[in-house]
């Protein structure tokens, strides 16, 4: 270069003038040059002949005051003369000569930015030498004799000006350990350098991949877009990564960094481009109108001068001129830019009006052409050519269109007319065959494809080469892969499937994700139609990779594609191509995909081989099923292999089938086991009913294991397992009865003409699915209306003999079911629950016939109800079983007529006499109350039940009575509260047994824990007041037990006033009154009861003066009480005193905290390791010590 650039405020980034400032840089200078004063080193004398670069920056010097003469000289040549300016190499001289290291730097700087580098300075700054000091002295202190050449203390590496920090120095003294850190501070920033360097040369030859000719074509031809780089694309990636989450589009934010994983959108010098960031993309679309450039190829201009020449005052007019002359060149730049975009439409206006003509003229050629007979150069029609009733074949024939090609500017008339003349033919005659018929209409376009297109030639003599040269003016591009694609149009139909095939991978990952489904129906068809296999199995694997996450809309889009590709295919094909994509993606990393394999198995399961479907598919569901551990997953695996369990025919199956029913059942997700009762079992039950297995293979099977189950279970029951099979049992319900209607002897006189009453709504319980509606398994609900109509006729009137299917219901499964039903725990209300709802869905399904006639006389034949039965000693054994509960909310609450209910409140009143006077157990009377009692239109039933108690002339029988008061309040409103339960407890509380009375507390203690009316609550508390205060109840032991038993159950849950007031001071009397027991066995009792009524009650809020007046005296008074009988307990009551004390004297502390915590109390480690060893010898129950734990209500 001859010259370097004028402006340096102006300092472009491009590649271009990086290059131009570079060669500016290594132009050779003679070794003479350093030493001479006016010579400036590699550059030439004009390029260093501008100071106005110094005093025109931004940038401040750090000495401005009290500099010598030599920095003073600086400032003073803008305003000295021309003879007497001093060269920029000599003020550098002078400024190292006198130690001015920062203005010397600035003065560096200022000249580096410029472009304009001074080698003395260059040399001096990069030499380590220089700035070596000795005892940490700062350079600048040149009173302690440090010279310019003064020798300085080596750092641990080598350092340099930049890396020095002058500010750190101080009169405090050596500071060696800062040291360390600025030249730790320089290598760093060397090596960023470096880098830098590296990602430059990267960046140069990134830019130098695309061939120069290529290059060189984008540039001849401006309209056609060039591809976009890698270093662009990167950059553009950061760009909309950064706009994407500055407005809160995370999730795409998320997926565009997954596509881009070769990228990180953390750092921008990731992009690799070694210029600066750029601004955000906002900031680019709004300045985008403002700084249209032109693909130009411009060059840098610069004009230097001798410093001698420039006026006196030119360094302080320099920058007004420069900014001046800026903004002129940039309106100059915008005005050229105007004109030029008038030139291009203005000359778009032109080409529009040619062709305007053009069309003007096609059109008057056609109206010719229609008034006479046309002259065709195609000499054949498509409607009579043979060849268009057969397939295409591909032959790969294209019509090649760049042999073909067209000037902008108006054709030659003759050659437009004829042009013109030959299409219109050709329409025309294309037109009176079957033209509304498309697949006709494209293979007669095929055929013209094939015939031979004929051009008229002008009339004019210029040479072929000449002819060439000027259709080489037209743009067109065909070297590239899409240009071969354009250039080159398909004249079949496989041809045009060829096409799709080689453009659609080069689509796909161009289009939006949110919308890729867009292109399900074309990748479909041409994987139908393409002839490749390699091809089509690509096409596939796109379709399955189409989206990396599909949701539920899109798999059914994907699922619907692939379906209508297996219609059309056939199984042949689904197997070979469809088949291997399900295997690739059965162990993707997102479930979204394995749902989609998934589904994919079983809506193909209908257009599968059978020997594939029974057994590929069935394994890569089974593997899916014990493997996969995705919830959605394993759930549409269970609907898929329900639905090949609907077409499967190899009877050896059976076994797998029954395995994977248990797999599905046990799994550990409730919505795999619901799509098991949903989809999988009635399908499953319907392919045992065609091979005859439902009967004699599959419930036996679970029954039996329910009963394997329970022999198990004699130590602790699998309450999971019994669920699961009693629940398959259950699913298999409406299967059973279609069985019974399909094989009955009336099936054959099933006939739907004539009227058939509709079936009631409540006939049937609701199914879980449609699969399992009795309607939907016989085939209509017509059918079953006519079915059901003679299934109640033969069971009332004509008998069940040789009804098979019937009889074996009767006689085989109903005994078996009644045997395990008297077998289970009776205190497990999970399975009282099962059971009940179980045999509840058996009889309303079979009818109410078949429920009086078959089921109930099995169970009474069983429980034998009457009180000559009764064994006072033993009492009646099935009486106590779960067959009670079972019976009475299974059997008899299906139906809920007048008659029905009479049943049921005979039997529960007959029951709790039974249970009552033979002094059994009452878990089974309990069982059935707190079942019905969970329904409150049973609770008007079972508090008739209950009066019938509390009149009943037996003690024994009230007692009883009072005892079911109890668990029948806490889901009884208070409406019934008040009217039915309060008067019959008082009743109660006045009978003349004293035990009749005492079984009524309980229940006094339910109604203050779950009522909330005063009226009610006083009531209450009257009656518990005279137990308590009434002398004719003194010395009832078990009346106290009782109180203090119920007080500590529900004291925490009571009203706060209630328990203030009436619980904590008796609490306090009886435990007063127990110091001065003499029997020692009353008095561990009471004690005993207590400790468990204090633990409960030390986990609730209580006032300072409670705790003070009853709630310490009142464990005071225990710990007296358990120093002499129970030892072990005593470590607790005085952990609990203490705490209490302590919570007393800190009243602040106290409050803060809210509750007595006793575990908190133990604050030691002796003490904490006392109480554990202590809490381990108790005898006491475990509701004792869970209520010792129990968190504040």
């Known amino acids: 270069m001859a010259a370097g650039n004028v402006n340096p405020f102006n300092v472009s980034d491009s590649e271009e003038e990086a290059e131009q400032r570079q060669d500016g840089a290594d132009t050779e200078r003679s070794p003479s040059d350093e030493a001479q004063g006016h010579s400036l080193g590699p550059f030439s004398p004009p390029a260093y002949s501008e100071p106005a670069i110094l005093l025109s920056s931004n940038r401040t010097s750090p000495s401005v005051d009290g500099i010598p003469a030599s920095a003073a000289a600086v400032a003073g040549i803008g305003v000295g003369s021309a003879e007497t300016r001093v060269s920029l190499d000599a003020i550098a001289a002078q400024l190292l000569r006198d130690q001015y290291i920062l203005t010397a730097l600035e003065l560096h700087t200022e000249l580096l930015e410029a472009g304009r580098e001074l080698p003395r300075l260059r040399d001096y700054f990069s030499n380590p030498g220089n700035f070596e000091r000795q005892s940490g002295t700062p350079p600048a202190c040149k009173e302690q004799g440090v010279g310019p050449g003064g020798p300085l203390n080596r750092a641990g590496s080598i350092s340099t000006l930049d890396s020095l920090d002058f500010a750190r120095y101080s009169d405090d003294g050596n500071r060696e350990s800062d040291e360390r850190v600025a030249v730790l501070e320089f290598e760093l920033r060397k090596a960023k350098e470096t880098i830098q360097a590296l990602r430059a040369n990267l960046t140069q030859a990134a830019e130098c991949e695309n061939p120069s000719q290529e290059r060189k074509n984008y540039k001849s031809s401006p309209e056609i877009q060039e591809p976009i780089r890698p270093l662009e694309k990167r950059a553009l990636n950061f760009l909309v990564n950064e706009y994407l989450l500055k407005n809160e589009y995370k999730l795409t934010s998320i997926t565009f960094s997954d596509e881009n994983d070769d990228q990180d959108f953390e750092l921008w010098d990731d992009v690799g481009l070694n210029i600066p960031k750029p601004p955000d993309l906002l900031h680019l679309y709004r300045n985008c109108g403002n700084s249209l450039t032109l693909h130009r190829d411009t060059v840098d201009v610069a004009v230097s001068v001798d410093p001698s020449d420039l006026p006196g005052d030119y360094f302080t007019q320099e920058p007004v001129q420069q900014t001046e002359a800026i903004q002129q060149q940039q309106q100059q730049e915008v005005v050229q830019e105007l004109e030029y975009q008038i030139s291009l439409l203005n000359s778009e206006k032109q080409s529009l009006a040619e062709q305007i003509k053009k069309l003007q003229s096609d059109i008057q050629a056609l109206q010719r052409n229609v008034s006479s007979e046309p002259t065709t150069v195609v000499k054949s029609t498509p409607s009579k ?439 289970i725990n009776v205190t497990s209300s999970t399975c009282v629950h099962e059971f009940s709802r179980f045999f509840w869905r058996l009889c309303r399904t079979f009818g109410k016939i078949f429920t009086n006639t078959k089921v109930k006389p099995q169970f009474q034949e069983i429980l034998r109800l009457s009180e000559e039965n009764v064994d006072a000693s033993a009492g009646n054994g099935i009486l106590t079983k779960a067959t009670v509960p079972i019976y009475a909310t299974g059997v008899l609450t299906c139906y809920n007529q007048e008659e029905d209910r009479k049943l049921l409140v005979g039997f529960l009143e007959d029951v709790m006499t039974t249970l009552s006077l033979s002094h059994a157990p009452l878990d089974s009377l309990k069982a059935s109350f707190v079942e019905l009692g969970a329904n409150p239109a049973y609770h008007e039933l079972l508090l008739t039940v209950l009066w019938y108690g509390v009149v009943h002339t037996s003690a024994l029988v009230r007692c009883t009575a009072a005892r079911m008061f109890e668990l029948l309040v806490k889901g009884v409103n208070e409406t019934l509260v008040a009217q039915r339960v309060v008067p019959a407890l008082i009743t109660l509380s006045s009978d003349p047994e004293i035990s009749v009375r005492i079984s009524t507390i309980p229940a006094f203690g339910t109604i203050m824990e779950t009522v909330t009316q005063k009226e009610l609550l006083e009531r209450v508390k009257m009656q518990l007041a005279s137990f308590l205060e009434d002398p004719q109840y003194q010395d009832q032991h078990s009346l106290h037990m009782e109180i203090i038993k119920t007080f500590g159950r529900v004291g925490p849950n009571a009203e706060p006033r209630f328990r203030d007031e009436f619980v904590l001071p008796h609490l306090h009397k009886l435990a007063l009154c127990n110091n001065q027991q003499t029997v020692e066995s009353k008095r561990i009792d009471i004690a005993t009861q207590l400790f468990e009524a204090y633990s409960a009650l030390s986990c609730c809020f209580i006032s300072e003066e409670l705790m003070v007046n009853h709630f310490l005296p009142g464990l005071r008074c225990l710990r007296t009480d358990m120093e002499q009988l129970s030892p072990e307990h005593e470590v607790i009551l005085s952990s609990m005193i203490k705490e209490c004390e302590i919570k007393v004297e800190n009243k602040g502390i106290g409050e803060a905290q809210g509750s007595i915590s006793i575990a908190a109390s133990l604050v030691g480690e002796d003490a904490k390791t006392k109480f554990l060893s202590k809490m381990g010898q108790l005898t006491t129950s475990g509701a004792m010590l869970a209520n010792v734990f129990q968190r504040k209500k």
């Not at 040269?469 to 590239?480: I, N, V, Y």
């Open 385 to 823: 050519d043979p060849l268009c009733d057969k397939p295409h074949l591909d032959n790969g024939q294209y019509l090649d269109i760049r042999g073909v090609t067209e000037t902008d500017g108006p054709l030659d008339a003759n050659t437009t007319k004829t042009s013109t003349t030959t299409t219109t033919t050709t329409d025309c005659t294309e037109s009176t065959t079957t033209a509304t018929q498309p697949h006709n209409k494209l293979k007669s376009q095929s055929q013209q494809g094939k015939t031979a297109v004929k051009f008229d030639q002008p009339n004019r003599k210029l040479s072929p080469v000449f002819h060439q040269a000027l259709l080489s003016f037209c743009r067109m591009s065909a070297d590239s892969r899409l240009g071969s694609e354009v250039s080159r149009i398909a004249d079949s139909e496989q041809s045009v499937m060829l096409m799709l095939g080689r453009c659609l991978p080069h689509i796909v990952p161009n289009v939006l994700l949110a919308k890729r489904e867009e292109l399900i129906p074309l990748i479909l068809c041409t994987a139908c139609l393409h002839p490749e296999p390699k091809e089509r199995d690509q096409l596939l694997h796109i379709l399955f990779n189409l989206i990396k996450r599909p949701d539920d809309e899109q798999r059914q889009m994907i699922l619907t594609g692939c379906v209508a590709f297996a219609r059309h295919v056939g199984p042949t094909r689904v197997e070979a191509e469809l088949l291997p994509q399900c295997w690739e993606q059965i162990n993707h990393k997102y479930p979204e995909r394995r749902l989609l394999v998934a589904e994919a198995c079983g809506a193909l399961a209908p257009y599968l081989p059978k020997e594939i479907r029974s057994s590929l598919v069935l394994s890569m569901l089974q593997q899916m099923l014990a493997e996969d551990k995705a919830d959605m997953v394993r759930e549409a695996v269970v609907k898929s292999l329900g639905i090949i369990m609907g077409y499967i025919d190899d009877p050896d199956k059976y076994s797998q089938g029954f395995e994977l029913m248990l797999l599905s059942l046990g799994d550990p997700s409730e919505r795999v086991v619901s799509a098991t009762h949903q989809v999988f079992i009635p399908a499953f039950a319907a392919w045992c009913t065609e091979l005859g297995n439902l009967q004699s293979q599959l419930i036996p099977s679970l029954l039996t294991r329910i009963e394997k189950l329970l022999k198990q279970g004699e130590y602790g029951l699998d309450e999971h397992k019994l669920h699961m099979y009693l629940s398959a049992l259950q699913s298999l319900i409406p299967s059973l009865f279609a069985v019974l209607l399909q094989n009955a002897p009336f099936t054959s006189r099933a006939n739907l003409q004539g009227d058939v009453p509709p079936i009631e709504v409540t006939r049937f319980p609701r199914p879980a699915s449609p699969l399992q509606d009795v309607a939907t398994i016989v085939g209509s609900r017509e059918q079953l209306a006519v079915l059901l109509q003679l299934y109640d006729h033969q069971l009332q009137h004509e008998g069940t003999t040789g009804w098979d299917s019937l009889l074996w219901v009767v006689n085989q499964f109903l005994p078996q079911l009644i045997e395990i039903v008297g077998r």
